[in-house]
């Protein structure tokens, strides 16, 4: 984690294991490490409030 920050790689912390050591490897391109975040990120964005939406609909 700390390479990534290092590195400037933005939403590093939203990345599982696998893709951090993918965006960190040194033989990756910028384009690839872009593509790796947004897909991370999408995926945390497709979590993001189906709890609360749950909760809403047992009440």
């Known amino acids: 984690m700390m390479l990534a920050k290092e590195r400037g790689i933005k939403n590093f912390r939203v990345l599982n294991k696998e893709e951090l050591l993918q965006a960190t490897a040194d033989s990756i391109a910028p384009e690839q490490i872009d593509a790796i975040v947004t897909g991370a990120v999408t995926r945390w964005k497709s979590g ?5 939406a749950q909760n809403e609909s047992q009440s």
């Open 48 to 52: 993001w409030g189906k709890r609360k």
